[in-house]
């Protein structure tokens, strides 16, 4: 990255439940690499989904990131307050002839074999609740991971920016958003570097330069099989013990941790590894807790 070029990283956390391990690696990776580089740390919450969100969630995660010192700059951005930016956008889209209604479901998708979209445009004026779909498939995206290195990945499906239920989908919010806060960085999970392609496609299409992408690996749950994920019911983080969390998660990300550190203050930890961050130096290995 050019020193001249401003940096500004995200989390985004969806307060489907709070703050878990495996979160925390991906904030902390995030926070960590924004500030070794000196740049801004924001947090946008993404709750487009309602009847996902569990009560008090967003608050919980806000408090668990503040007990561990992962301090944001600026306001946090709550996309559930950005529905006019997110429908401007699809009018801009389909004024450019870029979204269709689909109607189907996923189950008559699995059972053709996949979607066709040919299909859809034929019953264009059909009735009941749809999809609004980007015609976006075909060919591939072409990006440098920071540390999956290079990567190739087919668009090999139109990319669904409004749900049948009305609901605006992720694949929208997120790039909008990361546009309008100029995102420059993105580091996440390793979890969604498939949704890539189909969000630098996106990010083309309406005329924007896409970000830097690095997935961070995955902290697996009992068993090794399964992400830690609120979906499997990771267990919350205790922000009574923000020091030991702290430490395991730069454990968990390659850092040969000092010895003392777990008594420190949770903001002279981030200091100790925000001097010490090495992109190279990562463990980029999914695995679990030890």
């Known amino acids: 990255m050019n020193s001249k070029t401003p940096y500004f990283g995200r989390f985004a956390p969806s307060p489907s439940g709070p703050l878990h391990f495996g979160s925390l690696v991906c904030a902390l990776g995030s926070y960590l690499d924004a500030l070794a580089h000196g740049g801004h740390w924001l947090v946008r919450m993404e709750d487009l989904d309602p009847p996902r969100e569990e009560p008090g969630a967003a608050t919980r995660i806000l408090k668990s990131l503040e007990s561990h010192g992962l301090h944001w700059h600026g306001p946090v951005v709550w996309q559930s307050k950005r529905h006019a930016q997110y429908e401007a956008v699809l009018s801009q889209l389909r004024q450019r002839g870029l979204l269709y209604p689909c109607h189907c479901s996923r189950s008559q998708i699995r059972q053709n074999g996949g979607h066709d979209n040919q299909a859809c445009r034929i019953k264009d004026g059909g009735t009941g609740a749809c999809a609004l779909r980007l015609s976006c498939a075909g060919g591939e995206e072409h990006f440098e991971d920071i540390w999956r290195g290079p990567q190739s990945q087919p668009v090999r499906e139109d990319t669904i920016l409004k749900r049948r239920d009305g ?115 990562i463990d980029k290995r999914d695995r679990q807790l030890h």
């Open 167 to 281: 609901l605006y989908a992720y694949q929208l919010a997120v790039v909008v958003d990361d546009i309008a806060q100029g995102i420059t960085h993105i580091v996440r999970g390793t979890d969604l570097l498939d949704t890539t392609a189909a969000q630098i496609r996106l990010f083309h299409l309406l005329d924007n330069r896409a970000p830097i992408f690095g997935h961070l690996p995955l902290v697996m749950g009992p068993g090794g099989a399964q992400k830690l994920s609120k979906q499997n019911h990771a267990p919350a983080i205790d922000d009574n013990r923000a020091a030991s969390n702290l430490c395991s998660a730069l454990d968990f990300l390659g850092f040969h941790v000092a010895d003392g550190l777990e008594g420190e203050a949770p903001e002279h930890i981030l200091k100790w590894a925000a001097a010490r961050w090495q992109r190279h130096q």
